[in-house]
């Protein structure tokens, strides 16, 4: 068989094999980093608007662990607590059910969407119902 045909053939095997490696480990390390721009203690000012002439504002702190699945939130200023149940993880996008423990300072049982802004900011919208109007909003800075 002739040397030429075979150093030929076994580069382009190589380079066959190393695009293959290559993409599993970018498909792996997105795989893994997909939840870690949510990873950290974020914090902010909250806003809701009951009406036009309701409007309320609170302090709240997420911390937010996805290796642990450990979603816990803090309303200081109300003062409420709960957590998160991951529902959905995009990319950029989380989707949670709230669960709070003070039910008679908090709804209960809303459904929150965080999005990712940049490193150190995300954004946070609160529904009554997935599909209705949204209810509350607050952009958050990472902290930690």
């Known amino acids: 068989m002739n040397k030429y045909l075979l150093r030929k ?6 380079l066959i094999l190393s695009a293959v490696i290559s993409s599993s480990f970018i498909a792996l390390q997105t795989k893994g980093d997909s939840e870690n721009w949510l990873k950290g203690i974020w914090q902010g000012v909250g806003v809701q608007v009951d009406s036009p002439n309701q409007v309320h504002s609170w302090t709240m702190v997420f911390y937010a662990n996805p290796e642990k699945d450990s979603y816990l939130i803090e309303y200081p200023s109300i003062p409420c607590k709960g957590t998160w149940k991951l529902v959905k993880m995009q990319k ?5 059910i ?5 039910k008679d300072k ?3 049982n809303g459904y929150v969407i965080v999005t990712y802004v940049n490193r150190k900011h995300i954004s946070f919208s ?5 599909n209705s109007k949204v209810m509350a909003y607050c ?3 990472k902290i930690d």
């Open 9 to 14: 053939t076994g580069f382009s095997v190589f």
């Open 92 to 96: 950029n996008k989380a989707e949670f």
């Open 98 to 102: 709230e669960t709070v423990e003070e």
């Open 106 to 108: 908090c709804m209960d």
């Open 126 to 130: 609160w529904f009554r119902e997935k």
């Open 139 to 141: 952009t958050l800075s």
